[in-house]
């Protein structure tokens, strides 16, 4: 019993197949069908429809040689009429006709350019065409110029010349390989309207079998909706057990995102006690930091305020004296002056105007300030070896990062030994070196044989204010304004170290593009000497009053006529009322408006002005493009540097936005 339900079960199964795949088979039979009928169809219609258009072609060819043939005897009669009647109009019709007959004869060889067996005919007929030409236009020549008799006989040998039975010849074969053509095409007419004519009945034959396919597609398809209608009562019974683990499922995904979101707080909880621990150790750097700051700048300060004291106490009794103290007071504010530079530049808000700089001619035009810098017992050997390569940085910063670098040398190398300064080409991979990108990069090595750095202090070499220096021996910025000098040039700093192996430095910059050309605008002259200039009037727009007291009162040391203008907004006013004013002397952080945004908002008129910004921080008021074409001068400065750059401004020597540097 078991046995034959099995049987049963598998014949029904069977069956059920071949009702759902009988339908799909008929389907894709009839669509065969259809689709092989509708290219046979096609392929039928377009050989008909090719034999028609040969066949057109045919009686085209035909009907051109005929043209041509007659068009030439037209001719050739108007040509005999000329010849008698000496009328020049006669003669004009022949030139007409023959060039329509020429005209003509183009047509035919269109007509026939894709039929190679006709090729050479209508060739030959052309030249026979030429030269035939040429025969009648003598003719007509010597009719032109009064040689009738001549005429009439070269007319005469021409009617029976080798041209002309040449042409009626190549016509004659032209016709007749077109004839010929055409009884071909002509079979292949009736053959191709035969073909479609079966193609039709053949298409009804193909209707009659679709509609009796359809009718089992009808019956095939009442079957499957019965199939239908039991696989959906069985679907039913499935949705209803998909339900019941549906519920179960969500419980569980409720009881996960539960655990889920207690993971969550606990996280929250966890970067909050991390985020507390990073602000104790940021409060710590920052006191660090201060700490470092107030003691550098108080034993300047107390160097500057002990200075000015006693030079004031003996001003009258011991000028020589007093003279002492107040240069030791000017070099206390210069270091003050150089501390604050390197504090902006580990900052990165300290504004370079870079040049395009040669390494090799760097590094070579620093060698005796470097020998003078580290002292005799260090033997310095260069190695410039980037060969032409240029980069793109502000030279003096350049300048201080290097020799920074040599005095740390010298430093671990406690005043003897060899420092090595070289450059070199490196072509580096997107992230090989730091955070480069992918290019050319210049590379800048300073090497020692010192004592070298452990592992845990080259770790914390770019900290600021962190030294291994004694007391009062170094503030610790060197290396962390050249990191900070560096990243502000896209470059990348890298050290390489090892206690009692020495220690090389190696710096990054990527290399500067461009032609000489490009260079020679960008270049700085490292050296400027103040040119006298007769007393000029001065515009000075500052808003900190001593300071614009100071200046009114330098500009006129130097002989010049100042103009005080307290801020921005007045500056327009005032140089309406003052139409001899020669420059303007601005500040560059000022209320309301920066000094860049005060001269672009000037009237067009006082465009032309030459103007000298000076500042002591740009932060992000300004870009470095802000400066582009005018001089800028770094407070504090010395009555040395204000004339320098009075003197390049007026001179209108700076068209690239060079920085002055107090002197």
């Known amino acids: 019993m078991a046995d034959s339900d099995f049987i049963d079960d598998r014949e029904q199964g069977w069956r059920v197949a071949m009702r759902r795949l009988l339908p799909f088979l008929l389907g894709i039979l009839l669509i065969g069908s259809l689709g092989a009928l509708l290219y046979s169809a096609s392929n039928a219609a377009r050989d008909h429809q090719q034999a028609l258009a040969e066949q057109q072609r045919s009686f085209e060819i035909i009907a051109l040689a005929r043209a041509f043939e007659a068009q030439t005897a037209r001719a050739e009669v108007t040509l005999a009429r000329y010849v008698i009647g000496l009328n020049p109009d006669t003669g004009r019709l022949f030139q007409d ?6 005209a003509q004869l183009k047509a035919l060889g269109y007509a026939t350019r894709g039929t190679g067996w006709q090729r050479g005919n209508v060739e030959a007929l052309q030249h026979a065409y030429m030269a035939r030409g040429k025969t009648l236009n003598e003719i007509g020549l010597r009719t032109t110029y009064d040689q ?3 005429a009439l006989g070269r007319f005469h040998e021409a009617g029976t010349s080798r041209d002309l039975k040449r042409i009626t010849a190549l016509l004659d074969r ?3 390989a077109e004839n010929l053509r055409l009884r071909e095409r002509s079979l292949a007419v009736t053959l191709a309207g035969d073909r479609t004519e079966w193609m039709g009945q053949t298409s009804r034959l193909l209707g009659l079998a679709m509609l009796v396919c359809v009718l089992f597609a009808a019956w095939f398809a009442h079957v499957a909706y019965s199939d239908r209608r039991n696989a959906r009562r069985l679907a039913e019974a499935e949705a209803e057990r998909a339900d019941r683990l549906d519920l179960a499922v969500r419980t569980r995904t409720a009881e996960l995102t539960d655990a889920y979101e207690r993971l969550k707080q606990e996280s929250i909880e966890r970067e909050a006690a991390e985020e507390n621990l990073r602000q104790m150790h940021k409060m710590d750097a920052v006191g660090q930091l201060t700490g470092g700051i107030a003691h550098d700048f108080n ?4 160097v500057v305020v002990g200075g000015l004291e006693l030079a004031k106490r003996n001003i009258r009794l011991k000028p020589q004296e007093a003279s002492r103290h107040l240069d030791n007071a000017m070099e206390g ?6 501390l604050t530079r390197r504090l902006l530049a580990f900052a990165r808000s300290e504004p370079l105007l870079p040049s395009a700089v040669d390494p090799d001619a760097l590094v070579s035009g620093m060698a005796d300030l470097i020998d003078r810098t580290i002292g005799d017992q260090i033997i310095v050997a260069l190695a410039p070896k980037a060969q032409g390569w240029r980069i793109f940085v502000d030279q003096h910063q350049m300048e201080n990062a290097i020799l920074n670098l040599c005095v740390n040398a010298r430093d671990a190398m406690d005043g003897r030994g060899r420092l090595t300064i070289g450059t070199g080409q490196a072509v580096l991979a997107a992230g090989e070196v730091g955070d480069c990108v992918a290019g050319d990069y210049v590379v800048l090595t300073v090497a020692d044989d010192g004592c070298g750095m452990s592992a845990e202090v080259l770790a914390r070499v770019f900290e600021p204010f962190f030294t291994t220096k004694p007391v009062g021996k170094g503030t610790g910025l060197g290396l962390s304004q050249i990191f900070g000098f560096v990243r502000q040039c896209e470059g990348e700093i890298r050290i390489e170290s090892e206690p009692d192996k020495g220690t090389s430095v190696h710096i990054y910059l990527p290399r500067r593009m461009g032609s000489a050309a490009d260079d020679a605008v960008d270049a700085v002259s490292p050296a400027r000497v103040a040119t006298l200039h007769p007393p000029t009037r001065i515009l000075v727009v ?23 203008c307290d801020h921005p907004s007045k500056a327009a006013k005032l140089l309406a009322n003052n139409g001899d004013i020669g420059l303007i002397m601005s500040d560059v952080l000022m209320p309301d408006l920066t000094g860049p945004e005060m001269i672009r908002a000037l009237p067009a008129q006082y465009r032309h002005l030459p103007v000298l910004f000076v500042t002591g921080y740009a932060g992000d008021a300004t870009a470095s493009a802000d400066f582009v074409g005018h001089e800028v001068l770094r407070k504090p400065y010395t009555l040395m540097a204000l004339a320098n750059a009075l003197s390049s401004a007026l001179s209108g020597s700076n068209q690239s936005g060079t920085v002055a540097a107090a002197e």
């Not at 034993?299 to 107390?302: K, Q, V, W």
């Not at 504010?333 to 150089?338: F, G, I, K």
């Open 174 to 176: 032209v016709i007749q």
């Open 148 to 150: 009738k008799m001549a």
């Open 299 to 302: 034993n300047m300060l107390a």
């Open 542 to 564: 500052e808003d900190d009053p001593r300071v614009l007291n100071q200046t009114m009162a330098a500009l006129a040391e130097l002989g010049h006529l100042p103009i005080a």
């Open 333 to 338: 504010a210069n270091r003050a002056s150089a």
């Open 97 to 102: 006709q023959w060039r329509t007959a020429g």
